[in-house]
């Protein structure tokens, strides 16, 4: 059989003598190119302590080819060397290689210049795309087909951990053939660039492709949608994927959360991948307000993780049961969901697994009975000491119909209870205690400080006690097993190590290791004390002010021929500066139709009866930035009419193109929209979307149609102020209007004339905003195209600092607004890594340089809330010792509207 395959329960790997495995997937999203290189064997090592068993790591096609034909895949951008480090760390890899990948990445990964080449036919098959698809695949494939796990042999010292590849990412289309097209193009590259190893997706049964695993994306219920996926997919495992945007709460809450949702994968038994690890984008590479997304607290899923992992293989081949408690309709994050829900899995050899979560549990601090006589086998309930409630209890039932009454005990609202399983050919009969961790023979259980657990192998019956408090644990051995009793608190921090089992405190300190022999080491926890240097508050004391941005005199603009977009143009940081000189009247009345990302537009004379034009755009990172067009002459169209009507049914499966998120749009459902109306014409005309609409109608899965055709050049997300509508495709020809009595003629002696023109706001969902929306969408004829000449001008630091000036304690009023760059220093006496802190105002843009390299870039939301009216956001950058050096260090700061960020350095 082939060194990595997978069925409708797992992924099944080749083991040293042959024979297949199952490996079910418990993952952790590695976003290599957003941690620092220095960071990342820590990094790997936690997540591998924590128990996931493997990463899913992105390949953003706009860092890895920021400019078309410029490859990047050096320090931070090797995949290689991060494919390398999951493995050493005790890792399997999945790689994500695109188009798109998902993630925090502007527009999925997607270049910004691709549109140059593909215009707006991306994601499908268009000759155009495939072609740059294909280029960068083949330049990627050189980073890992020799890592893929179907190389190991023998003969290899180290093995190669990549066992599966994704491809493209929340493909949101119902198109069946336009995906088919592009599916069966993507595979055919994978396999012809060296892929051997499985694919898979995430298109959450949008579109489904054979031969390949599709995941779903921040699933709501759970166990619904495991179950949807296998109805779908009958021969693959069903694999969820959960950001963090999902998750909300303290620390200890939202790792709580976490642990919910890996036990309710369990229970669904589902593959899953998880959100966790910190990134930062140090440019202008992340979608809105995703710039920086923190670490998840991964220390109250340790408990859940390391079951999943250590118990993996064994649980791998059983099925949910039907009749479990709530295991239908599971979501771990529902404000409504239950209190206690108990899901069982069962096998066909009666193997019986019941899975608990108390979603009370981890909301309060919690202390163990400390005197506990009665084992959990034999009471069904009782008072916590810590918060006065009562136990709840519940009955796991054995294969052989004898009952078990078990109560939810676990400080971390996760417990396993198992009968009549088989582990290393021993059987396990009856335990009464929870399963924890596996390793080898050894079977690691949980229960009450000094409870009695009962355990039964093989027939033969033995009662140990769960150690006090503080009590080292040691090995019972019953027949081919060996258990080791640990309380429910030592439990919560159960980590795996290289051939050992380890348990931490809230802060890692090892407490108790087991080794592979049994052999249980104690060490006593001490108080953790991490130096804390002084925090460096650097004074900014020069500042140089750059009006001549806005006024067209700056010296950094060059000329170009045509407009482009900041991606086509190679631009990698947030804000660039459009110019254009125009002479004649319609300077004035001059529009920047053909753009995206504009925040403000300034006019000025110039010589010889020239206006400049400034426009200063912004990289959201939504859809491509910049002006990508002529200016258009514009005047108000007259004879528009908007009504009311009735929304069409429209089939979303014969749309014949890509258009993200397009549904079906159900005739049953009475549900109104615009649809507005002008005479026949061939002159484009252009629109003008309001602001209010623009960031609003991703929330109504609204589009356009022009004439009943799907304007799919739209981005779903964000709407550009201006949509021009091709004057090729207005006044369709109709046959001429017949006169009374006269016979319609044959088809092709009909005579045609010039229809009048629709528009349709194409509603997903009913939306109260209609007459709002009728009264502030305007309509424009283009009356050509205005000439001018066209300049470009970069952010970059100044080339010198001889005009800069001191920087204020309150900033004057004709500094408001105007492009500034702030300079200052710091010392530090020898090269190590450091933190930098940055607080900006709501709204606020920025980039900030150290020694002259761009750490961190603001897109006005991103970051952790802060401030007394939340009107500040926190950002962080991560200053490698490589970038620090001993002595001075340069700290850069670019504000287009001269407000100077809070920043320490620590």
């Not at 593959?271 to 690890?277: A, H, I, L, N, T």
Request: glycine share 8%; proline share 5%.
């Amino acid at each position: 059989m082939p060194a990595v395959s997978f069925d409708s329960k797992s992924f099944l790997l080749q083991s040293g003598r042959g024979k297949a495995v199952r490996f079910p997937l418990v993952a952790a999203s590695f976003d290599a190119t957003l941690v620092d290189r220095s960071d990342w064997s820590v990094v790997l090592a936690e997540l591998r302590k924590a128990g996931f068993n493997s990463v899913v790591i992105r390949v953003p096609w706009l860092i890895h080819e920021p400019t078309a034909g410029r490859f990047a895949f050096d320090d931070d951008r090797s995949v290689r060397d991060a494919v390398v480090a999951a493995g050493a760390a005790g890792l399997k890899v999945a790689l994500r290689i695109g188009p798109c990948v998902g993630g925090s990445f502007a527009r999925g990964g997607l270049p910004a210049w691709i549109s140059e080449f593909a215009g707006d036919r991306v994601r499908e098959a268009n000759p155009a795309f495939l072609d740059r698809v294909s280029r960068f695949w083949r330049r990627v494939a050189d980073e890992f087909v020799d890592l893929q796990a179907t190389r190991n042999s023998s003969g290899n010292r180290s093995p190669r951990p990549v066992i599966a590849v994704g491809i493209e990412d929340d493909w949101r289309c119902l198109d069946a053939k336009v995906g088919d097209a592009y599916f069966a193009s993507l595979v055919r590259f994978a396999r012809e660039v060296g892929v051997e190893v499985p694919l898979f997706t995430a298109n959450s049964c949008w579109y489904a492709h054979d031969g390949m695993i599709d995941g779903w994306l921040n699933p709501v219920e759970i166990g619904r949608t495991v179950d949807e996926l296998r109805q779908v997919h009958l021969d693959a495992p069903p694999l969820i994927i959960q950001d963090s945007t999902c998750v909300d709460g303290s620390d200890q809450v939202a790792g709580a959360e976490w642990a919910r949702m890996a036990s309710a994968a369990v229970a669904a038994r589902s593959d899953f991948v998880f959100e966790v690890v910190a990134t930062r984008h140090r440019g202008a590479t992340s979608d809105h307000r995703r710039a920086e997304l923190p670490p998840q607290e991964t220390h109250g899923m340790r408990r859940a993780l390391v079951f999943a992992s250590s118990f993996a293989e064994l649980f791998a081949s059983l099925t949910p049961d039907a009749s479990s408690s709530n295991a239908p309709t599971l979501n771990p994050l529902a404000a409504n969901s239950p209190e206690l829900s108990v899901s069982t899995l069962r096998g066909t050899a009666n193997e019986r697994l019941s899975i608990v979560c108390d979603r009370t549990r981890p909301l309060a601090a919690r202390k163990e009975r400390p005197n506990a006589k009665k084992s959990s086998a034999q009471t069904t309930s009782h008072a916590t000491s810590s918060a006065n409630a009562s136990a709840k209890s519940w009955t796991h039932i054995c294969a052989d119909a004898t009952k078990q009454i078990v109560e939810a005990e676990s400080p971390s609202g996760i417990d396993f209870y198992a009968s009549d399983i088989v582990i290393n050919g021993a059987r396990l009969d009856r335990c009464t205690g929870s399963l924890v961790a596996l390793l080898g023979d050894i079977v690691v259980v949980a229960g009450n400080a000094r409870a009695k657990l009962t355990v039964k192998v093989d027939g033969s019956t033995m009662v140990f006690a769960v150690p006090a408090d503080g009590a080292a644990p040691k090995a019972v051995k019953v027949r081919g097993l060996r258990f080791v009793a640990v309380t429910h608190a030592m439990a919560a921090g159960v980590g795996i190590a290289t051939d050992a089992i380890e348990f931490v405190d809230q802060h890692g300190a090892v407490l108790v290791r087991i080794a592979a022999d049994a052999t249980v080491s104690m060490a006593k926890a001490k108080p953790v004390t991490t130096p804390v240097a002084p925090a460096l508050s650097p004074s900014f004391v020069q500042r140089i002010t750059e009006a001549d941005l806005l006024d067209a005199t700056h010296a950094r603009f060059a000329g170009m021929t045509v407009p482009k977009s900041l991606g086509a143009l190679g631009v990698d940081s947030c804000v660039g500066y459009y110019r254009a000189r125009v002479k004649g009247k319609a300077a004035t009345t001059a529009v920047f139709a053909h753009s995206a990302g504009i925040t403000r537009i300034e006019r000025s004379a110039a010589k010889a009866g020239m206006i400049t034009i400034v426009a200063e755009v912004c990289d959201r990172g939504v859809s491509a930035t910049g002006v990508f067009g002529p200016l258009l002459d514009l005047a108000p169209l007259k004879g528009v009419k908007c009504e009311q009507v009735m929304r069409p049914a429209f089939d979303a499966t014969t749309i014949g193109r890509f258009v993200y998120g397009y549904d079906m749009r159900d005739s049953t459902r009475q549900a109104r929209t615009l649809r507005w109306t002008f005479a026949a014409r061939t002159e484009a005309v252009a629109m003008r979307i309001p602001d209010w609409w623009r960031a609003l109608a991703v929330e109504f899965g609204c589009a356009l149609r022009l004439n009943g055709e799907l304007l799919a050049g739209i981005d779903a997300r964000m709407w550009p102020e201006y949509i021009v509508l091709d004057g090729a495709k207005l006044s369709p020809m109709r046959p001429t209007k017949l006169a009374k009595g006269e016979k319609p003629p044959k088809a092709k002696l009909a005579k045609l004339e010039a229809g009048a023109n629709t528009v349709l706001l194409d509603l997903g969902t009913d939306c109260d905003k209609l007459a709002k929306l009728s009264k502030e969408i305007e309509f424009f004829s283009v009356r050509g195209e205005v000439a001018a000449e066209w300049a470009f001008a970069r952010v970059s630091p100044p080339a010198s600092w001889a005009s800069a000036k001191g920087v204020p304690k309150k900033a004057a009023a004709k500094d408001a607004g105007v492009p500034t760059w702030f300079r200052s220093w710091f010392r530090v006496d020898a090269p190590r890594a450091l933190e930098l802190a940055c607080a900006f105002a709501v709204g606020e843009v920025a980039m900030v340089f150290v020694n002259g390299k761009s750490v961190l870039v603001q897109d006005g939301e991103s970051g952790v809330v802060d401030g007394a009216k939340r009107a500040r956001r926190l950002r962080h950058a991560t200053l490698s010792a490589s970038l620090v050096r001993a002595g001075e260090n340069e700290i850069c700061v670019f504000a287009p509207n001269g407000v100077l960020p809070d920043i320490t350095v620590s």
